[in-house]
């Protein structure tokens, strides 16, 4: 995938210098945020009535919490962070805000200047960075503006490795140019300044660890056939494995990348461990990972990583596994480790609740296509069939189940049938994610050899995946419209019932 002897050296040089820096003080300490604020001049028949906050984690890579706008313009957003990080505010426009834990922030956003797509729409009523937000959104608008910018994903696509190179040269110079020429123009909090620099570094570490594969994957080509320079990566060797002072969108965004690149090296190690768990070894499997991550990075940025694998692996509904390879003193951070124990309690309390109430469970053994469809339509006859192949770890799978729930209550009193075929998971987790989440329909658990075979006949590669069966049993759609595009399924399904 990757050939760049040098900066690996050069990455691994720096996480043996940095691996006598674990002894250090908790860097993070929870805290509630609030934000709150009045829209000005609100009329909800014209304006969006609901206002959101967009941030990253580094368990999830993004978080979005929404809230309604009363009738009288006011809104109010509260949650917990342990991260003095980068946020955006969505009403109709983006406000970039940064946020500290404890922070309790009260703003006023005109309507009228929304329209015109003013950055000066918001006012800063009480926020302890207000003058540090008011720049940094200034700054915003000015790197928008810039070509390097604009050109970002075009670059990423056309540019051979050594091009790239030059152009994140540049652009690192002509975004260094505007901060220093911005700072130079406003008195500048020190705070303001931290934050410009984690931006210039950081988003430029992300890009450049980006194109080790977006570049492939924008020109459809194998990962393997991009040769890289190897120096491509030597840049790396000065991030800080304890940084923890900011977190900009960028920074937050580099370590997600980073988390993906350190289990690279060396480059077929992913691929050994993807083979392994499909053979069943899950232990093996991340155990391999979690040696590659310990071998490739330390301090901080080792606990995150590894706090963030285990956390996927409960998020997975894999307790056993989890139980089974889980070392907690391996973290010294207080969050993390807290954070990883409530999500083990919550998953416990979750695999015990069996009671799927209205959804119907059922069965089939055929591996065979044709008996299976046959078994299924069976069940089911004079009925439009619409299948969807899901599972509880799929987040997308998950994001679609409540416009699922409306496309049930919709064909309620009609002859249509709502078939959801779970795959790759266990059996204790599709039966506590059915009754956790109340879904109804019918439910089949399907082997691995079932998956196989029916991802292969209905022609896809990963889920969610949607199919439609029209009242005489034969698969008129192999691949039907997602719930979530409400108003095309809902005609699509109508137009079959229509037929005898």
Same mark, same amino acid.
């Given at each position: 995938?990757?050939k760049?002897?040098?900066?690996?050296?050069?990455?691994?040089?720096?996480?043996?210098?940095?691996?006598?820096?674990?002894?250090?003080?908790?860097?993070?300490?929870?805290?509630?945020?609030?934000?709150?604020?009045?829209?000005?001049?609100?009329?909800?028949?014209?304006?969006?009535?609901?206002?959101?906050?967009?941030?990253? +984690?580094?368990?999830?890579?993004?978080?979005?919490?929404?809230?309604?706008?009363?009738?009288l313009?006011?809104?109010?957003?509260?949650?917990?962070?342990?991260?003095?990080?980068?946020?955006?505010?969505?009403?109709?426009?983006?406000?970039?805000?940064?946020?500290?834990?404890g922070?309790s922030?009260?703003?006023?956003?005109?309507?009228?200047?929304?329209?015109?797509?003013?950055?000066?729409?918001?006012?800063?009523?009480?926020?302890?960075?207000?003058?540090?937000?008011?720049?940094?959104?200034?700054?915003?608008?000015?790197?928008?503006?810039?070509s390097?910018?604009?050109?970002?994903?075009?670059?990423m696509?056309?540019?051979?490795?050594?091009?790239?190179?030059?152009?994140?040269?540049?652009?690192?110079?002509?975004?260094?140019?505007?901060?220093?020429?911005?700072?130079?123009?406003?008195?500048?909090?020190?705070?303001?300044?931290?934050?410009?620099?984690?931006?210039?570094?950081?988003?430029?570490?992300?890009?450049?660890?980006?194109?080790?594969?977006?570049?492939?994957?924008l020109?459809?080509?194998?990962?393997?056939?991009?040769?890289?320079? +190897?120096?491509?990566?030597?840049?790396?060797?000065?991030?800080?494995?304890?940084?923890?002072?900011y977190?900009?969108?960028?920074?937050?965004?580099?370590?997600?990348?980073?988390?993906?690149?350190?289990?690279?090296?060396?480059?077929?190690?992913?691929?050994?461990?993807?083979?392994?768990?499909?053979?069943?070894?899950?232990?093996?499997?991340?155990?391999?990972?979690?040696?590659?991550?310990e071998?490739?990075?330390?301090?901080?940025?080792?606990?995150?990583?590894?706090?963030?694998?285990n956390?996927?692996?409960?998020?997975?509904? #894999?307790?056993?596994?989890?139980?089974?390879?889980?070392d907690?003193?391996?973290?010294?951070?207080?969050?993390?480790?807290?954070?990883?124990?409530?999500?083990?309690?919550?998953?416990?309390?979750?695999?015990?609740?069996?009671?799927?109430?209205?959804?119907?469970?059922?069965?089939?053994?055929?591996?065979?296509?044709?008996?299976?469809?046959?078994?299924?339509?069976?069940?089911?006859?004079?009925?439009?069939?619409?299948?969807?192949?899901?599972?509880?770890?799929?987040?997308p799978?998950?994001?679609?189940?409540?416009?699922?729930?409306?496309?049930?209550?919709?064909?309620?009193?009609?002859?249509?049938?709502?078939?959801?075929?779970?795959?790759?998971?266990?059996e204790?987790?599709?039966?506590?994610?059915?009754?956790?989440?109340?879904?109804?329909?019918?439910?089949?658990?399907?082997?691995?050899?079932?998956?196989?075979?029916?991802?292969?006949?209905?022609?896809?590669?990963?889920?969610?995946?949607?199919?439609?069966? +029209?009242?005489?049993?034969?698969?008129? #759609?192999?691949?039907?419209?997602?719930?979530?595009?409400?108003?095309?399924?809902?005609?699509?399904?109508?137009?079959?019932l229509?037929?005898?």
């Amino acid at each position: 995938m990757i050939k760049n002897t040098q900066s690996l050296i050069l990455f691994l040089l720096v996480v043996l210098f940095q691996a006598c820096q674990n002894n250090q003080p908790a860097a993070f300490e929870e805290k509630p945020v609030v934000i709150a604020g009045k829209i000005t001049n609100y009329n909800p028949a014209e304006h969006p009535q609901t206002i959101s906050v967009i941030r990253r +984690d580094f368990f999830e890579i993004e978080k979005k919490m929404v809230a309604e706008i009363d009738t009288l313009g006011n809104f109010k957003i509260k949650y917990p962070t342990y991260i003095f990080q980068e946020v955006y505010l969505k009403y109709g426009s983006f406000i970039t805000l940064a946020i500290e834990p404890g922070d309790s922030l009260y703003l006023e956003l005109d309507s009228k200047l929304l329209k015109d797509d003013n950055i000066d729409f918001v006012d800063f009523v009480h926020d302890p960075h207000a003058e540090t937000n008011k720049l940094l959104n200034k700054l915003t608008s000015v790197i928008g503006e810039s070509s390097y910018f604009k050109e970002a994903q075009e670059v990423m696509k056309k540019m051979s490795p050594s091009e790239f190179m030059a152009f994140e040269i540049a652009k690192k110079e002509a975004y260094s140019k505007i901060i220093t020429e911005f700072k130079e123009k406003n008195s500048a909090p020190a705070a303001f300044n931290m934050i410009a620099e984690d931006f210039l570094k950081y988003h430029i570490w992300e890009d450049i660890l980006r194109y080790r594969w977006y570049h492939p994957y924008l020109n459809d080509i194998s990962e393997d056939s991009l040769h890289l320079p +190897d120096d491509f990566f030597s840049s790396l060797s000065n991030y800080d494995m304890n940084d923890h002072q900011y977190f900009s969108f960028p920074h937050m965004g580099f370590m997600h990348e980073l988390s993906m690149y350190v289990a690279e090296q060396p480059k077929d190690s992913l691929l050994r461990a993807r083979e392994l768990y499909a053979k069943g070894k899950e232990v093996e499997s991340v155990l391999l990972m979690n040696s590659l991550t310990e071998m490739h990075s330390s301090g901080l940025t080792f606990e995150i990583f590894y706090s963030t694998y285990n956390y996927q692996i409960l998020k997975g509904h #894999m307790l056993s596994l989890f139980e089974e390879i889980y070392d907690s003193t391996k973290i010294t951070e207080p969050v993390l480790k807290k954070i990883i124990n409530q999500e083990h309690k919550k998953l416990i309390a979750f695999l015990n609740n069996k009671d799927t109430g209205n959804a119907n469970l059922s069965s089939i053994k055929s591996t065979e296509v044709a008996e299976f469809m046959s078994e299924l339509v069976a069940s089911y006859k004079n009925k439009v069939i619409y299948i969807d192949f899901w599972a509880p770890w799929c987040s997308p799978c998950m994001a679609e189940m409540p416009h699922s729930t409306e496309l049930q209550k919709y064909f309620e009193s009609k002859d249509v049938v709502f078939l959801f075929l779970a795959n790759r998971c266990t059996e204790e987790s599709w039966k506590s994610t059915i009754a956790n989440f109340k879904f109804t329909g019918e439910h089949v658990l399907l082997s691995d050899k079932q998956f196989e075979i029916l991802s292969g006949y209905f022609n896809f590669n990963g889920i969610p995946h949607y199919a439609l069966i +029209d009242k005489n049993g034969r698969i008129v #759609m192999k691949d039907a419209p997602r719930p979530s595009n409400q108003e095309k399924t809902i005609k699509t399904i109508e137009n079959y019932l229509a037929i005898e």
